[in-house]
Nanobody, 125 residues
């Protein structure tokens, strides 16, 4: 079955960086658009970034544009989220999601059929 496993979360000071990884198995990874979402404490899950099946197209939430970079390595079945200039408001559980598609720019939760269990990112001020 399809599995998405996130890693790389942790505690970091404001202004610092983290790189999240999401390892996928049980699917033909190169046929999937991938995304990162996050859920801050006490809030709803929200879109962060998405990348098309081949990596040519990316799209970001305004709140992270210019600070976060999504990328993928189809040979390793892995999608990444490089997070720089982190702010306390970036504190959240970060989730990886996948959708079988050769399209791009899917930003809604219900666009994605497969989800990981999440990794906690905490940014201290």
């Amino acid at each position: 079955q399809v599995q998405l496993v996130e890693s790389g979360g942790g505690l970091v000071q404001a202004g610092g960086s983290l790189r999240l990884s999401c390892a996928a198995s049980g699917l033909t990874f190169s046929n999937y658009a991938m995304a990162w979402f996050r859920q801050p404490p006490g809030k709803e899950r929200e879109f962060v970034a998405t990348i098309s099946w081949g990596g040519a197209s990316t799209y970001y939430a305004d709140s992270v544009k210019g600070r976060f970079t999504i990328s993928r390595d189809n040979a390793k079945n892995t999608v990444y989220l490089q997070m720089n200039s982190l702010k306390p408001e970036d504190t959240a559980v970060y989730y990886c999601a996948g959708r079988w598609s050769f399209g791009s720019n899917y930003i809604r939760l219900d666009d994605y059929a497969y989800w990981g269990r999440g990794t906690q990112v905490t940014v201290s001020s």
